[in-house]
C-alpha cells in the first residue's frame, strides 16, 4: 500500500511538472494556454511534494518538483492579491471610478445585484453575461448612468454593456463578435476622451478564445492614447492569450486583483484564496 501511494505521488509530481512546462508554449497551440492557467496551482502541489519526496530515496524527483514549482510560482504570483500595490491617495487630479462584473447570465436574483450596484454608484459599469433575464433590473439604471452601450446577445448567455454617468461617442462604438468585446469613447469632465471597453473573452481550448481574439485585433491595434479596458478574460495574466492582448493593444495589467473564478459549488471563500484570476483591468496610458 505505501508503494502504491508512493508511485501514485511520483506520478503527480511528474505530471505537474509538465503541466507546468507545456502552459509556457500557448502561442504553439491553445490547449497549452489551458494548462497555464493552472500554473499556480500545480506550482503550489510541487513545493509541497517537495518536502514529502525530499525525506525519501527519490532525490532526484524531489529536487525537479522544487525546480519546476519555484519558477511556476514566481512567474505567476504577480496575479494575487499580495501583490496588490497600496498607492498614495491622489490629491492633484480628480479620481473616477469602474465596476466590472460579470452578472452570471441566469443569476437566480438580479435585483441584488442592481442594488449594490446603486449603492457602490460608480462612475463607469461594465457588464458581461447580460442576458435577457437582466434587462429588467439593469433599466433601473438608467436614471443614473444615463449614457448606455450595449452589445447585443449572441445567444442566451448575452453580450457586454457599459453605463456611463460621462458623454459617449455612439458613431464610434464598436461591438466584436459574439457581443462579447465592446468598446466606446467616453468625455470626462475634464474633457479628455478615453475608450472604455468590456470584454467576455472565452477559454482559449477547447473553446474558441483563440479565434474570437483574433477577431479584435485591429480594434485593439487602433486604440488611442487613453484606454480603460475591464472584462472576463477566461485566462490568467501570465497566459498567452492575456500576453497577446495586452501587446497588442499597448495595455498595462493591473496585478494582484487575486482569484475570480472557481467551480459554483465551492464556496466563495474558497474560490477568492484559490481560485483563478481570469478577470482583468487593463489600461493605457495615466
Not at 473573452?201 to 485585433?217: D, K
Request: glycine fraction near 8%; charged fraction near 15%; aromatic fraction near 12%.
Amino acid at each position: 500500500m505505501v508503494k502504491f501511494f508512493k508511485r501514485i505521488i511520483l506520478l503527480g509530481v511528474i505530471g505537474a511538472c509538465l503541466g507546468v512546462i507545456i502552459g509556457y508554449f500557448g502561442w504553439v497551440h491553445p490547449a497549452f494556454d489551458t494548462f497555464s492557467h493552472f500554473r499556480m496551482h500545480a506550482a503550489a502541489g510541487l513545493l509541497v511534494a517537495f518536502f514529502v519526496l525530499i525525506f525519501t530515496r527519490h532525490k532526484i524527483v524531489a529536487t525537479l518538483a522544487l525546480i519546476v514549482g519555484a519558477v511556476g510560482f514566481y512567474t505567476s504570483q504577480a496575479a494575487y492579491s499580495w501583490n496588490l500595490t497600496q498607492r498614495p491617495a491622489i490629491t492633484e487630479k480628480p479620481v473616477y471610478s469602474l465596476l466590472h462584473l460579470n452578472l452570471l447570465w441566469n443569476h437566480s436574483n438580479p435585483k441584488v445585484v442592481v442594488d449594490r450596484f446603486l449603492e457602490l454608484d460608480p462612475d463607469i459599469i461594465s457588464l458581461a453575461e447580460s442576458s435577457q433575464r437582466w434587462v429588467k433590473e439593469l433599466s433601473r439604471l438608467n436614471e443614473r448612468w444615463p449614457q448606455f452601450f450595449n452589445c447585443p446577445e449572441d445567444g442566451p448567455r448575452g453580450g457586454v454593456r457599459i453605463y456611463s454617468k460621462w458623454p459617449i461617442n455612439r458613431e464610434n462604438g464598436f461591438c466584436g463578435v459574439y457581443g462579447t468585446f465592446g468598446t466606446i469613447p467616453a468625455t470626462l469632465p475634464t474633457g479628455e476622451t478615453i475608450v472604455i471597453g468590456s470584454v467576455h473573452l472565452r477559454w482559449p481550448w477547447p473553446a474558441s478564445g483563440p479565434r474570437q481574439l483574433e477577431t479584435f485585433i485591429p480594434r485593439l491595434e487602433t486604440l488611442p492614447d487613453h484606454a480603460l479596458i475591464a472584462g472576463d478574460f477566461n485566462a490568467t495574466p501570465w497566459s498567452h492569450t492575456m500576453t497577446r492582448f495586452s501587446k497588442v493593444g499597448n495595455l498595462e495589467i493591473v496585478p494582484g486583483i487575486g482569484p475570480t473564478w472557481l467551480f459554483e459549488e465551492l464556496p466563495e471563500n474558497i474560490a477568492a484564496t484559490f481560485g483563478i484570476p481570469n478577470a482583468h483591468i487593463l489600461h493605457k496610458g495615466k
